[in-house]
């Protein structure tokens, strides 16, 4: 036998998907179906939530149509890291609601060959990118973006309109404060003036 021929072993190898979309989307569903077919598949799953995101239910995620899925709650994304060392699937919702280091802890736990399922807004309500999200979408293997339904025309939207009056990024809520809006008639408002985008 050739002693340069070198036998290469392959471990398992992790990977990052990124569900992202406009509020009303169908986000959290779809991370809840891939996580119920890991279930199926025998697989380990563990799944995420941030402290800020407790609209539904404290302990579970919620999607917007009432189908729900336990979950840990979590203060910060390195305690995603410190809870996933048993688990072979991880979920984590509303990840825009993170802060930049969830970047770096997928990335070590697709590196350690995990499967990360990460849900989240990529734009918030001025249309602008909402982080993580972007740098997530760049260093996932696979994305799926979400549209959801304009209230005013019915088009696919992928946008979300804010309706209350606060200007400030972060606003958890739903119908109270969101509508899904298409380009065409997403407004945002300011202290004196309605803007289309």
Known sequence: MNENLQIRTFKKTGHIEVICGSMFSGKTEELIRRIRRAEIAKQR??????????????????????????????????????KSFDVEVIGIDEAQFFDNNLIQICQDLADSG?????????????????EPMPQLLAIAEYISKTLAVCVIC??????????????????????????????????IKTESKKEAI
């Open 45 to 82: 799953v563990k799944v995420f939530k941030p402290k800020i995101d407790n609209r539904y239910s404290e302990f579970e995620i919620v999607s917007h149509n009432e189908q729900s899925y336990p979950s840990e709650v979590v203060s910060n994304a390195e305690e995603i890291l410190d």
């Open 154 to 187: 019915g088009a696919p939207a992928n946008r979300t309109h804010r309706v209350s009056d606060s200007e400030e990024q972060i606003l958890v809520g739903a119908t109270n404060h969101y509508e899904a809006r298409c380009r065409l008639h997403h407004v």
């Open 114 to 130: 995990k499967r990360v399922i990460v849900a989240g807004l990529d734009q918030d309500y001025r249309a602008q990118p909402f």
